[in-house]
């Protein structure tokens, strides 16, 4: 008897969620099996990958993440058209982190003014990420949400303490909110519910179960995005049914270990590759947890993930 | 439903209707079927009629079709001498007196289009805002979405005094209310009276002056039902949808301020489609039965200083606080303070004086929110080292509030209290202990800023089930007694209705699922018999927690029919953990050991097991470290058993249910019991006399065997015989 590959059986399917405005929208989502199990099912959209903007000069990178950025680091716009054009961006993620109030603390309308410019200069989709201070988030992506009324932004973080002003800001002005729980299957479940008693439509939800950098707890983060995916494709928890982002590069990029020198830490190798290939293979292993969409920062980190992308879905 | 307030209400829908068509007419006649019609900068054209109808009337032609409804929907004037159900006729009146107005508003706009500023602010020669157009709708729709502003008050007329305005005006805004005005009361508006008075109105203020006629009222209606398409996703047409969005979400009721004439019943009754109750100032009847709205329809002759607070609660707003106005830190991080013998400024309880806490619930009626009551001295009349007799009783009421709940609310006493930097709380009841430090003194903490913690955290934490609060602090002997004395008299009903309930009483269990998170397919079942394995979660604390939070981990179970009585094993209930479970566990026991045992987590208290030799089982406590009969000291058990895995012969349990009457039926009991580590044994000690005098053994405690016998079976299994246990004969386990 030849030998069979054993297959398991899905019950479930991932929602398809258009992204971006009418006309140039992406989609994600849509897969009826494990990422990349393309024997068992289908994954009828490619894993997406945002790049990284910053809504004012960042004062803590390293100079590996640093440099492919020199030109444009000042000018959120200037910044996202780089990425567009010179790296082909499939996505932007705006990340709001002078609003912090332990930074710069910009006030809500100035952040929604550079979300507004950011969002007139690109046709792909914007993702627009907070500061992750529940209070602040809330003034801040509730202007964001209307000042660009109608572009189908991707506005996150949405937590527990928030949802309800940010999710009626996104019903209002018709954006896609990004539901964001601590590692933890029950809160993810449980905040998708919330939103859909709210009323948000189920295709404007993208789910952001947290993510931590390689050697920060990603395998935790790994088995609870997994554990999702498994909860959606075989478990008939259509409340999991939806597409997973992952906001990585900040966490990659804030370790340790990317930015200690070689003369002060030999065994750690070239300082030039070391963050690179830490945030390729933290977006590799989300990736095959089950992430739709990657937010990047290092054109290098990218191309290597791309590359993985594409031989996947060939089956190369 | 009244039939006074029906008949007047239908004689005003068909006053209005009748008015409608005249306009239509005339204006038809001046300008055509073809004159555009519209209400100003809306993709909701005239938003009630479109929504309840999903007809978009965009010019003076496409009202005929409209008119047409109306008079199907108006019924018969009301006969004086028939007595019929007239809550329905009503109704429908009420319906087609706001497409009627809608229609007529529309055609002011058309002949008289700068009778409406179409703005956010009144401007200094017209006060009347008109309809909000989609600006306003989607900026001020979001707050009725998120919860920043509950509802709108609708208030038809003026109140008495310009005072009397500005004191309603301002406590609907105290409670994020908008204000919604239209209709004068003799020849006066509530919106005029605001201003002479010299508040500030406009949508800024959340006081709108939407206009001078009763007819404006449609400018709320279109409010609420345009918010219902807008962020409910409603569609035009849908009206059964929009009407229960409304009911559902938005917080809003009528209020007429003066003479209620057949035109405003009429207004009134439409209203109650979309359950916004009436709370009226004037004497007119009620309609108090339950039926479209959540609570009453029509409650009237409410005194001016109390008609925020009684509509608020016939429309079952809940109350937010904030903030905790008290002059200390508070927060989880001062849980864990002590306050030592030198800090130490004033105590209560404890056994050194009088002490005793006590929440019970009460008629809504009885309770006034917010109230803090203190008889006796306060810290501020004491010296340091002093000691008072204390008693708290705090008295809630709730639409929601069911006295089961009561001692879940008492148990939160204790760390509320303790968040508060500078105090102590140790204890429940009659033994509960306070202290209070120097530094909390010096800083101006009084025994009474604890009534306003338990105001402002019940609130917070139990808004779904505690709608008043108001707490009684006493440190005066006499009253302190009083307390005392109502406490045992409540804590012995308490503890008789916990006794008394059984599984056999309940028809509902609770599922629990906080633990999926790590154990994914793991399911709790919780019965009145069989607490949480965890010890923290029995079927009462499920019961509430279901209550307070319908979205959470605890899921009302109807167990259904019962196919195995003695494993414990319900329909309702195994097709439930099949479900929850994800399809792993297809068959659970609630009373079983060896037969389909029930999952656990990792946050079981207790592991049992069975001992094949000695024909019993035993039971292992989390807190003994050392070795146990079968082999495996607790730490291995706990890998055997966790993970959400069914194994026979292995089971996670809760200390509680070692003592049910339900503990492992199928295994014959707590008969089966032979080994105890004795920690767990001394502490269950007392619990175990009744069960063993219903057993006809009541020495049993001294033949279950403990570490001091053995830890092993061979150890045990001479002393078993010795003591004539009775596993020995039961039939094998195996």
Known sequence: MAFEVPKVSYTGKIREIPLGREGSTVTVGGESCYSFHLFEGEMPYTPKIAMEVYDSEPEDWSDTALEPFADVIKDPVAWARKCIDTYGAEMIALQLASTDPNDKDISADEAAKITKKVADAVEVPLIVWGCANVEKDTEVLKAVCEVCEGKNLIIGPVVEGNYRAIGAAAIAYKHTVVASTPIDINLAKQLNILLGNLNVPDEKIIIDPSTGALGYGLEYCYSVMERIRMAALVQEDERLQFPIISNLAKEVWKTKEVKVTEAEAPLLGDLGKRGILMEALTAQCVLLAGANILVMRHPEAISLVKQSIKDLMTGK | MSKIICSAAIRGARNIVGMAEAKYEEALKKWGPDQKIEFPNTTYYLPIIYGMLGIPVSTLGDVKQVMDKCNELVPAAVSDNVWLPYLAPALEAGMATFFAEEIIEAIRYLEEPDFYTKGEDPLPDNIWLGTADDIILRKRGVEFVDGTAPGFAAILGAAPSNEIAVKIALELQEKNLYVFMCADHEGKTMSEQLIEAGVQIGWPTRLVSFGPSYTAAVFAMGFATRAAMSFGGVQPGDFARNLRYNKDRIFAFAM????????????????????????????????????????????????????????????????????????????????????????????????????????????????????????????????????????????????????????????????????????????????????????????????????????????????????????????????????????????????????????????????????????????????????????????????????????????????????????????????????????????????????????????????????????????????????????????????????????????????????????????????????????????LAERMKPICEEMGIPNFADMIADETVGTTEEEILPFLEEKGHPALTMDPLM
């Open chain 2, 256 to 683: 007429p301020l003066g003479t209620v004439t057949d035109e405003w019943y009429a207004n009134a009754a439409g209203a109650i489609n979309w359950g916004f109750p009436t709370i009226a100032d004037t004497p007119i009847p009620e309609i108090l039965p339950t039926g479209v709205c959540t609570y009453e329809h029509v409650v009237s002759n409410v005194p001016h200083d109390k008609i925020v607070a009684r509509a608020v609660e016939v429309r079952g707003l809940k109350v937010s606080v904030t903030k905790i106005d008290i002059p200390m830190s508070y927060g989880p991080a001062f849980e864990g303070e002590r306050i030592r013998k030198d800090d130490l400024y004033f105590e209560c309880g404890g056994g050194r004086t009088l002490g005793v806490e006590l929440t019970v619930s009460k008629d809504m009626s009885e309770v006034e929110d917010g109230k803090v009551e203190m008889v006796g001295p306060d810290l501020d009349q004491v010296k340091e080292g002093d000691k008072l007799p204390f008693a708290m009783l705090i008295e809630v009421a709730g639409r929601q509030m069911q006295s089961d709940f009561e001692p879940i609310l008492e148990r939160q006493i204790h760390h509320l209290v303790n968040y508060v930097q500078g105090i102590m709380h140790i204890g429940q009841r009659s033994i509960m202990w306070i202290r209070v430090g120097k530094a909390a003194v010096e800083k101006g903490f009084l025994l009474k800023h604890l009534g306003k913690v338990m105001h402002a955290k019940y609130h917070q934490d139990f808004g779904n089930i505690v709608d008043k609060v108001q707490v009684k602090i006493y440190t005066d002997e006499e009253k302190v007694k009083e307390v005392l004395e109502q406490a045992k008299r409540v804590y012995k009903q308490r503890d008789a209705r916990v006794e008394g309930m059984t599984d056999e009483t309940e028809e509902t269990y609770y599922s629990c699922t906080l633990c999926q998170s790590f154990a994914p397919s793991h399911v709790c079942v919780i019965t009145p018999e069989r607490a949480g394995m965890c010890g923290a979660y029995n079927w009462l604390d499920c019961k509430a927690s279901f209550e307070i939070n319908p979205t959470g981990p605890n899921q009302p179970i109807i167990k259904g029919e019962c196919t195995a009585p003695v494993l414990g094993q319900w329909k309702g209930i195994t097709d439930f953990v099949y479900k929850a479970s994800r399809q792993k566990v297809e068959q659970v026991s609630a009373y079983s050991l060896m037969n389909s045992p029930m999952t656990a987590c990792g946050c079981f208290e207790c592991v049992a097991t069975i001992l094949p030799m000695c024909n019993g089982i035993m039971v292992v406590n989390r807190d003994f470290m050392g070795m146990t009969p079968c082999g495996m000291k607790f730490t291995t058990l706990a890998g055997m058993v966790g993970g959400g895995n069914q194994t026979p012969g292995f089971l996670g349990v809760s200390k509680y249910y070692i003592c049910s009457k339900k503990f492992l039926v199928a295994e014959g009991g707590l008969k089966r019991v032979a080994w105890l580590p004795k920690m767990l044994k001394e502490e």
